[in-house]
T-cell receptor, first 117, second 114 residues
Framework: AQKVTQAQTEISVVEKEDVTLDCVYE???????LFWYKQPPSGELVFLIR??????QNEISGRYSWNFQKSTSSFNFTITASQVVDSAVYFC??????????????FGTGTRLLVSP | EAGVAQSPRYKIIEKRQSVAFWCNPI?????LYWYQQILGQGPKLLIQ????????DSQLPKDRFSAERLKGVDSTLKIQPAKLEDSAVYLC????????????FGPGTRLLVL
């Protein structure tokens, strides 16, 4: 079963538009962490946010905001007033215990965001 | 603070050849990870080290892939012999501990097997 689903394969917007990237996860654990990473064309995964399962407060960081809804198992990411530099692939990830008991990071398939001028 | 370093950045080899990738984690990070990212997919964990011990290699194709982290710092991932389907980006990441800590990634090595 897929643990992290990012249903949007690619989104295209024009600069200054707001855009929301969806992430739905599946876990049986009560304690887990959720992450968002950005992967620009250079290839490096850039950490954006980490959120634990007990903290459902929404978070805002500049033009970025995250909406965590445990009831719907979703952790959506919104970019306000998008810019060309936001063009990248965005990954949502779930951290949960692996078979060995150590934490394992499971990624979604990513959403490619294209922001045009 | 220096990030995770990886080399080489790009590698082109023919099938059945061998190849090795190197990773130096962020200073002081005990846990090191190798991921494989096939085009259009999310990264998939191959192996996880805690200091110089392996804690998870359940998804490492052990007939052809090997990895080591001898002194608990830098690490090498090897493929021998390479297959066409090994063409991917190999990402190294590190974290302070192995729990819920954030993983920080290097720039990756892009491998093309012809």
């Amino acid at each position: 079963a897929q643990k992290v689903t990012q249903a949007q394969t690619e989104i295209s917007v024009v600069e200054k538009e707001d855009v929301t990237l969806d992430c739905v996860y599946e876990t049986r654990d009560t304690t887990y962490y959720l992450f968002w990473y950005k992967q620009p064309p250079s290839g490096e995964l850039v950490f954006l946010i980490r959120r634990n399962s007990f903290d459902e407060q929404n978070e805002i960081s500049g033009r970025y905001s995250w909406n965590f809804q445990k009831s719907t198992s979703s952790f959506n990411f919104t970019i306000t007033a998008s810019q060309v530099v936001d063009s990248a692939v965005y990954f949502c990830a779930l951290s949960e215990p692996g078979d060995t008991g150590f934490q394992k990071l499971v990624f979604g398939t990513g959403t490619r965001l294209l922001v045009s001028p | 603070e220096a990030g995770v370093a990886q080399s080489p950045r790009y590698k082109i080899i023919e099938k059945r050849q061998s190849v090795a990738f190197w990773c130096n984690p962020i200073s002081g990070h005990a846990t090191l990870y190798w991921y494989q990212q096939i085009l259009g997919q999310g990264p998939k964990l191959l192996i996880q080290f805690q200091n110089n011990g392996v804690v998870d290699d359940s998804q490492l194709p052990k007939d052809r892939f090997s990895a080591e982290r001898l002194k608990g710092v830098d690490s090498t991932l090897k493929i021998q012999p390479a297959k066409l389907e090994d063409s991917a980006v190999y990402l190294c990441a590190s974290s302070q501990g192995g729990g819920w800590e954030t993983q920080y990634f290097g720039p990756g090595t892009r491998l093309l097997v012809l």
